[in-house]
């Protein structure tokens, strides 16, 4: 074991997450016998296997004793119940957590699992299409090894980015994590205004999915602030200053900023209620 290469790599709980993140070790070269995944379902073991010659089973206790990396994929309100009965069995061997699940702080993921080195990541939707934005925080005591080798399996899920304030992890789910959305409902405002105007829906669709696509691909390659971006295609008294005049007029900005505020007073409660349930 002495590159992040050859970690052995387990998860627990196969869903989608773990397929994408499973599919993306494979196609980055990670060998397929050094991934185990352990689930319940015959389907999504199936439908991992699919991927390449990785082991999969129904034993989580397996998986713990032959991984040097534990992804937690399943669903937040799984978490406890999956994670007491395998303290014992962690304790022993050691692994490198590295939690996905939303919402589940350290303190409540270590609460069950025992004191062992853990890297909480926020990732996000795309990460299903290879093209997410994932935000690790790691606890004090996982290593510059431990970091590389969270990283590993993130990035090929796309963008990673580490924050060293886990209370941030709530301000990453209201932009981030919930962002996605954010997008899809201004594309679905902008597809039915086109229509509104006499496009039909289908080059209405392609027309705003292509927009969005060329507008975030333009701001990431040319490293150039998004309000200069704005600014540099909006020409006094022209087409493109006359909608923004209109959103400028609805608070666009103000608005914005109450709804990403929302969606981190929500994440704040609802990590307050999970662990609520840890009684
Ligand atoms: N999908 C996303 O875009 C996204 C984004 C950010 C964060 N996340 C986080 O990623 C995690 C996984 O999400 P997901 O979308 O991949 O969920 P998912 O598709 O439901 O996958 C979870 C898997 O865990 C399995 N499972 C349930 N109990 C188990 C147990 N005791 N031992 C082993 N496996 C068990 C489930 O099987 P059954 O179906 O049979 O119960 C299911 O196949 C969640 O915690 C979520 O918060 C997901």
Known sequence: MTTSKETRIGFIGGGNMARSLVGGLLQ???????IRISDPSPEALARLSELGDVEVGDDNGQVVATSDLLVLAVKPQAMRAVLEPLAPSLAQHRPLLVSIAAGLT??????????????RCMPNTPALVGAGMSVLYA????????RERAE???????????VEDEDLLDAVTAVSGSGPAYFFHLMEAMIAAGVGQGLDSTTSRELVLQTALGAARMALDSGVDPGKLREQVTSPGGTTAAALAVFTEGDLLGLT???????AARSVALARELEQNDD
């Open 28 to 34: 980055s070269g990670h060998t397929a016998a050094a």
């Open 106 to 119: 350290t303190t409540a993921l270590r609460h069950w699992a025992g004191a062992l080195p853990l890297v």
């Open 139 to 146: 606890t004090a005591d996982v290593d510059e090894l431990g």
């Open 152 to 162: 590993t399996v993130l990035n090929t899920a796309g963008a990673v980015r580490w």
């Open 257 to 263: 900023d109450r709804a990403v505020a929302a969606a």
